[in-house]
């Protein structure tokens, strides 16, 4: 089993920046690929940015060069830095990965932080 920990959304101004954490936690697993999502309100979820294990990324259009995705492979942990942030950005950001457990591979969501962006 494992888990996702998420931390660092909250509220910011129009502008302002944020940085979203993920901890992946357990034990016999190697990490494919994290990722983040984003539900707006009343909206399908979205994926924002997504990290390989060979550091490949890729950003959604409405994000590219505003957010960076990186991980710190020692600690199983991803980051979003979202700067230049828009009220558009406001949703409940989700953390993902893929996994390889043995030879099975599968996908765990954290509970996910919200993100507010006033105007």
């Known amino acids: 089993q494992v888990q996702l920990v998420e931390s660092g959304g909250g509220f910011v101004q129009a502008g302002g920046s944020l940085r979203l954490s993920c901890a992946a936690s357990?034990?016999?697993?190697?990490?494919?690929?994290m990722g983040w999502y984003r539900q707006a309100h009343g909206k399908q979820r979205e994926l924002v940015a997504i990290?390989?294990?060979?550091?490949?990324?890729y950003y959604a259009d409405s994000v590219k060069g505003r957010f960076t995705i990186s991980r710190e492979n020692a600690k199983n942990t991803v980051y979003l830095q979202m700067n230049s942030l828009k009220p558009e950005d406001t949703a409940v950001y989700y953390c993902?990965?893929?996994?390889?457990?043995?030879?099975?591979?599968?996908?765990?969501w954290g509970q996910g932080t919200q993100v507010t962006v006033s105007s």
């Open positions: 993902n990965a893929e996994v390889s457990i043995l030879t099975f591979k599968y996908d765990y």
């Open positions: 357990g034990s016999g697993f190697s990490i494919n690929a």
């Open positions: 990290i390989r294990s060979g550091d490949s990324t």
